[in-house]
């Protein structure tokens, strides 16, 4: 299977909906596209420039949360691979062009009928210079899971894996002709996590001057690291600001 294109969902339920879009639409720097969907569920933050690669869902069961969307040539032959590589179907939705999986560790991700998508979208410069955007998803997986969990992703990419500095953290070589990248990040044993989540991460220039354009759209820092800020989006969604470069993702 090739992917011609990533999506990032963000997936909220119906009673965060209006106020965490127009959050990430302003950590994104974007606009929102009309609604669509049979419910009016889906909307794209369109970029500036490029085509969209970060999404947003209306759903009405659930916390929420993260999931990718793989854009191929035919959705049906590439479940069949993916099932092979230890996928499971969750929803058949290919009438609409789509079908809803997990991963081996249980990450929710669809494989949707690819239309075009090809040209992405440029960090944005901020008032004061930094440069920043929304260009990972990382995956967290429970401990015992992670192996099986990388080896799956490598595979169903066809993107080798790149070390990190730290041990948990693996991240799949940078495919230049999509926006988005992935890493997947083990959790600790004592993590109740029975099920791979997802989260955000951004990269940028200064990362201490994002955490306070984030702040100012009422964010808060969780935790700081050497090389990124954990933060939870007003709603107590976490996601990262990390120091990488924004045209590169390295």
């Known amino acids: 299977m090739r992917i011609r294109w990533l999506t990032a969902f963000l997936d909220f339920p119906s009673d965060q909906f209006g106020a965490e879009v127009t959050f990430w639409r302003a950590i994104a720097g974007s606009t929102v596209s009309p609604p669509r969907g049979e419910h009016r569920e889906f909307a794209s933050l369109e970029p500036f420039n490029g085509d969209p690669h970060l999404r947003v869902q ?143 991460d951004l990269a940028a220039t200064a990362v201490e001057d994002e955490v306070t354009r984030h702040e100012g759209w009422g964010a808060q820092v969780v935790d700081r690291f050497e090389r990124w800020t954990v933060m939870r989006d007003p709603v107590g969604r976490r996601y990262c600001i990390t120091s990488r470069n924004p045209r590169t993702g390295q």
Request: charged residues 25%; negative net charge; aromatic residues 6%.
């Open 58 to 200: 209306r759903i009405h069961e659930g916390p929420g949360g993260v999931h990718l969307d793989l854009h191929v040539d035919d959705p049906k032959s590439a479940v069949d691979e993916s099932m092979r590589l230890g996928a499971n179907i969750i929803r058949d939705n290919s009438t609409a062009g789509w079908m809803s999986l997990t991963s081996p560790a249980g990450f929710v991700f669809c494989l949707v009928a690819w239309q075009g998508e090809s040209e992405r979208s440029r960090p944005i410069r901020w008032p004061g210079d930094t440069i920043s955007i929304i260009d990972q998803v990382c995956i967290d997986v429970p401990h015992d899971a992670f192996d099986r969990e990388v080896e799956f992703w490598s595979a169903i990419t066809g993107r080798p894996t790149r070390p990190t500095s730290r041990p948990e953290l693996v991240q799949l070589s940078r495919d230049p002709a999509l926006a988005v990248g992935i890493l997947l990040q083990r959790t600790g044993r004592d993590d109740p996590s029975t099920s791979a989540s997802g989260h955000l």
